[in-house]
């Protein structure tokens, strides 16, 4: 399987890991994906948290060249958000010290996207109790039909923060867990992973695993 760098990737990018997907590291950033941005339930419904980078939008840049901005404050921003949303999610106090290091930034600013998002998924590995070995390519794997039953599926683009772009995915079924502001807002599928973990726990890894479905 194959699948893109994602910054707090969501519950069906983990599964991918779990299965042992391998992540694209020879390819061009693009705009608008995963690859910067998340996704977290707000009181005001879903809201997309975007790491701000410094590219020329004209020109080709590899995914591992690509430098944050750090014009922004977009991790005071970013944290903001995040405390705001899940300080009252039943493990938000359990794992917020685990995660605010990552949005300090006095002592945490990695140059490249690649590396924080590197960073982000190992510490999200290490919460939910997945395995934490990420295995990234040596060159370029030109865009594949999905053949998922062979285990050789290519979810870099079935995973997209477009819902027009976006494919059915034989190999997840989205669960459904409690989620704050439920009294209020509807449940939304497949969110950052942060949003099933500061909302179920130590049940967050088994919850990922049991996405995982049968193609």
């Known amino acids: 399987m194959l699948v893109t760098t994602v910054y707090l990737g969501n519950i069906q990018y983990f599964g991918k890991l779990v299965q042992g997907a391998r992540i694209e590291a020879c390819e061009n950033f693009q705009k608008q994906t995963y690859r910067n941005r998340a996704e977290a339930m707000t009181a005001a419904g879903v809201r997309t948290l975007t790491v701000p980078v410094d590219w020329d939008h004209r020109a080709k840049m590899p995914i591992r060249e690509v430098r944050i901005d750090y014009t922004l404050p977009w991790q005071r921003e970013h944290w903001r958000t995040l405390r705001a949303a899940y300080a009252a999610a039943p493990y938000f106090d359990h794992y917020a010290e685990r995660l605010a290091p990552f949005y300090d930034e ?105 996405s995982i479905a049968e193609p």
């Open 106 to 210: 006095r002592t945490y600013r990695p140059e490249r996207l690649f590396d924080l998002n590197c960073d982000l998924t190992h510490l999200l590995l290490r919460l939910l109790g997945l395995p934490e070995t990420l295995v990234f390519t040596e060159d370029y794997t030109m865009p594949a039909p999905l053949d998922a039953a062979a285990g050789a599926g290519d979810f870099r683009e079935i995973i997209s923060h477009k819902p027009r772009l976006r494919r059915p995915d034989p190999t997840f079924r989205a669960p459904e867990y409690y989620q704050v502001f439920s009294d209020r807002t509807p449940f939304a599928p497949n969110l950052s992973a942060i949003d099933l973990l500061f909302c179920e726990g130590p049940q967050a890894g088994r919850i990922v695993q049991e």
